[in-house]
């Protein structure tokens, strides 16, 4: 029987040797919050980022590394899904084609997974078998200094760190934190190839780091990672381009210490927006104006942890899961869908170095 959200279930990635247990299973109780640790996995190294194939059969790990099965860069893994939402064996393992891959995602079809590789700028398409099982990757692109994307003055190392589909196109967009750009790529399932189509560049410093889509309105966000902030952004889905529009700060104005943006995420109802900060430690809540997708501030909130890293925001609305890097926590906030606000609870879960929280499929 296929379980999904109605269950509470949800995957854990973390840091760790291969030796190491790196993925676990949980499963969050939504009456209190309480998290229980369902099952954890050993044999992927750094399973820093978790990604769900469409049907709920598989779950795809990258592993952030800079040497793979014997081979120079990082790989990507397929792992089925069974009963209760437990993990079976890893079905497939493929490089990721560039070293230390830290975003995959799924072709809403179910047909290929994306990789973004950070050291390198390397982003590849990796077809998969109508079962689920990765084959090699069929298209590479970038990497290396790209005048015709960074241009005068910007970055000089090239950084993929995320590729996410631009929902409803033949579009996949990868920021590259390096040379301060998103470039949208035109996508060919049949042919499994990757063809740049435009280049959105942001302004000198920004480092984009995680890109998302808004459900309702023509607007994307990117949380951009050394810069501490958000840059709201048109989105024309016939052109398949992407132009800035404003910059938002994540910090209290009252803050001048060392921080670094992380992860982004809208709420299921598309009206807040929430943004993680490493060094502040604290989680930022927006409102979204309906018409526009303009930002508005209404809460600052502890992490309740130390780096805040990926986090992930119930299918329901009701909660969100925070992954304390450092501290090696993650903490659970009750999240309430009036207003955006969120509330610590007194539940959370030890695991070494969690970076990402991924939920069942509903």
């Known amino acids: ?75 990507v893994v397929s792992m089925t899904i069974g009963a209760g939402g437990l993990l079976g064996e890893t079905t497939s393992s493929q490089s ?46 970038g990497g290396g200094r790209d005048e015709e994307i960074a241009g005068e003055g910007q970055h000089v190392k090239s950084n993929a760190h995320c590729i996410t589909a631009m929902p409803g196109t033949e579009y996949v967009c990868a920021t590259d934190l390096g040379q301060d750009a998103i470039i949208t ?27 998302l889509f808004h459900s309702a ?49 809208l709420s299921p109802d598309g009206r807040f927006l929430y943004s993680s900060n490493r060094g502040h430690n604290s989680i930022a809540v927006f409102e979204v104006d309906t018409a526009s997708g303009k930002l508005k501030p209404v809460q600052h909130i502890s ?14 609305g009701g909660y969100l899961l925070a992954a304390n890097h450092k501290s090696g926590t993650v903490v659970v906030f009750r999240r309430d869908t009036a207003s955006g606000k969120l509330m610590q609870t007194k539940h959370s879960l030890a695991l070494s170095s969690p970076v990402c929280v991924r939920f069942a499929n509903s």
């Open 96 to 141: 990721s084609e560039g070293a230390h891959p830290c975003y995959i995602s799924v072709a809403a079809d179910g047909r290929a997974v994306f990789v973004a590789n950070y050291t390198g700028g390397r982003v590849a398409l990796l077809p998969l078998t109508s079962n689920g099982e990765l084959q090699p990757a069929t298209s590479v692109k």
């Open 1 to 75: 029987m296929k379980r999904g959200w109605k269950d509470g279930l949800l995957y854990i990635g973390c840091y760790g040797e291969r030796s190491e247990t790196t993925i676990h299973v949980c499963r969050l109780d939504k009456e209190t919050g309480g998290l229980t640790l369902l099952q954890s996995t050993a044999g992927v190294e750094n399973a820093s980022y978790l990604a769900m194939h469409p049907g709920g059969e598989c779950l795809y790990a990258v592993k952030e590394t800079d040497n793979s099965d014997g081979r120079a860069g990082g790989g």
């Open 217 to 265: 309105l023509p607007v994307a966000y990117v949380a951009n990672e050394p810069d501490s902030s958000i840059t709201l952004l048109r989105v024309d889905k016939d052109a398949g381009a992407l132009t800035p529009l404003h910059t938002y700060s994540p910090l209290p104005a009252d803050y001048d210490g060392y921080n670094d943006s992380a992860d982004i995420h």
């Open 185 to 211: 790529y035109r996508v060919n399932l049949d042919r499994g190839t990757l063809d740049r189509h435009h280049i959105c560049r942001l302004h000198q410093g920004a480092g984009p780091r995680h890109l």
């Open 303 to 316: 992490c309740g942890g130390e780096l805040p890293r990926n986090f992930g925001i119930t299918p329901d």
